[in-house]
């Protein structure tokens, strides 16, 4: 199958590039020359595990390629996915923006039969205004299909997902464009879920917003459990048994963060509200998160007496591990308020985007976990990279000018640090 993905970052990349290694034949269009060029030269501009691999084997085959040009990737082909960015409005709401411009630049392109399938994250009701775009612009005897196709991949582990969906939703009221995107799935052996676009969306919305909760959830149990002396670790695994509950999503932290959790959960309450419903619930859920990197911040704050003055390692930049994703990271937001207490930070990580280190004031860039903490008063673990696991710690003592962890993931193992003589600090521990 032909097909054209329009985006290429974490989700248009990805997908792009798992469609050729599974034998179709696709361009990825963006509008960032420099982006396209680079991925035109076999280098993939962002960290995500085996992507390299994938997308070198596609180019090696002349399955992949990549263009500013929309007509050059359209025209051809029978798939047209949407996989730009929906980033949040003044009010909370997805700007549809670009995925409008999206769907102008492609209908500009459409002179045969296309099914354009929207990965991009849109509030339930927008394949409409695709739709609606699309058919202004298109001859009336042309016939196509709009469909929702929903991405439920995680950075960090995204070829992986992609190629191995729990399950994948297809949202159309066209039964050729259903039919065909099918086809184009069947060999992944997921459960197909062909539903309304309506409700497609809904899924994507109900699923991170459910996920969120159970974060801000399990970081509520952890605050308590600081203060009652109980340890939130026994306590997820002892809810994570009941079949009902499950393990996954019960780790407490500094609070979620990325580029979709915070923004699709702001975009559902608004869609709610639009139709006449307050989601208090999902507001409950934004102001436990919007509290929690505040959390670790008093954690150091007490372990060190106060910030000003203090020199503090941080370990981790990124979202979460295994990505170079910056964006809405709660690791940000902790060291801005340490920065603001009057610290002085040094940080490494082993991925994050180079824009992350200039969104903290002052913040010194180390090449490895050690040399960020030579003389620091505290380290301050923010994201989990399995390589902050298994470190020399009696090195790390030796250079540090107090011996003192604050562990916002509860990664490391307590008992060990504290017989190694580190004051140990986790979440609800
Ligand atoms: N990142 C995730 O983990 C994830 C997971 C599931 C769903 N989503 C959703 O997928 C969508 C894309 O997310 P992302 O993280 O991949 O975004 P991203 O910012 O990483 O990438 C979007 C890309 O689209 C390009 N672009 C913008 N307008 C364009 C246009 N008119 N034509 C061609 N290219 C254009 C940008 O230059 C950029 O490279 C969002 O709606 C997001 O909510 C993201």
């Known amino acids: 199958m032909k097909i054209a993905v329009v985006g290429t970052g974490y989700v248009g990349l990805v997908s792009g590039a798992c469609l ?6 696709v361009m990825c269009v963006d509008v960032v020359a420099e982006k396209v060029a680079k991925l035109q030269s076999g280098t993939v501009p962002i960290h995500e595990p085996g992507l390299d691999d994938v997308v070198a084997r596609g180019i090696e085959a002349g399955r992949l390629r990549f263009t500013t040009n929309l ?35 492609i209908a500009a392109h459409i002179a045969d039969f296309k099914v354009i399938i929207n990965k991009s994250t849109i509030p339930v009701g927008s394949y409409l205004r695709v739709e609606r775009i699309i058919r202004e612009r298109v001859p009336a005897q042309i016939e196509f299909a709009v469909a929702s196709n929903p991405e439920f991949l995680r950075e960090g582990s995204a070829v992986f997902d992609f190629m191995h969906p729990d399950r994948v939703v297809i949202g159309t009221r066209n039964d050729r464009a259903a039919g065909l995107l099918t086809d184009l799935y069947r060999p992944l052996g997921a459960p197909l879920i062909i539903t309304e676009p309506e409700t497609a969306e809904m899924i994507k919305y109900a699923s ?99 910030l000003d003055g203090k020199r503090i390692a941080a370990w981790g930049l990124s979202f979460k591990p295994n990505t170079d994703d910056v964006r809405d990271s709660p690791a940000i937001a902790v060291l801005n308020d340490l920065a603001a207490g009057g610290a002085s930070i040094v940080a490494y990580d082993p991925a994050a985007a180079d824009h992350g280190y200039s969104l903290v004031p002052g913040l010194e860039r180390a090449p490895g976990p050690i040399e960020a903490a030579h003389d620091a008063d ?3 673990l923010l994201t989990e990279w399995n390589e902050f696991r298994w470190l020399d710690f009696e090195r790390l003592r030796s250079v540090m000018a107090t011996p003192a962890i604050v562990d916002a ?21």
């Open 20 to 25: 050729a290694d599974l034998g179709h034949d």
């Open 71 to 105: 007509g050059e990737a359209v025209e051809p082909a029978t798939f047209v996915f949407i996989c730009v960015p929906t980033p949040p409005a003044e009010d909370g709401s997805a700007d549809l923006t670009y995925v409008e411009a999206a769907a102008r630049d």
């Open 208 to 306: 991170n917003a459910f996920l969120a909760t159970k974060i801000s959830f399990i970081n509520a149990i952890a605050n308590i459990c600081d203060g009652v002396g109980a340890d939130v670790k026994d306590v997820a695994l002892g809810m994570g048994y009941d079949a009902r509950i499950g393990f996954e999503f019960l780790r407490p932290g500094p609070g979620f963060g990325g580029s979709c959790f915070p923004k699709d959960c702001k975009a559902l309450i608004r869609v709610a509200e639009q139709n006449g419903y307050d989601f208090h619930l999902l507001r409950g859920v934004l102001d436990v998160n919007d509290e929690q990197h505040r959390v670790i911040v008093r954690k150091v704050e007490r372990m060190l007496g106060g």
């Open 378 to 380: 505290c380290v301050v």
């Open 409 to 429: 993931r509860n990664f490391l193992d307590a008992h060990t640090l504290r017989q190694a003589g580190f004051d140990y600090e986790g979440v609800g521990r």
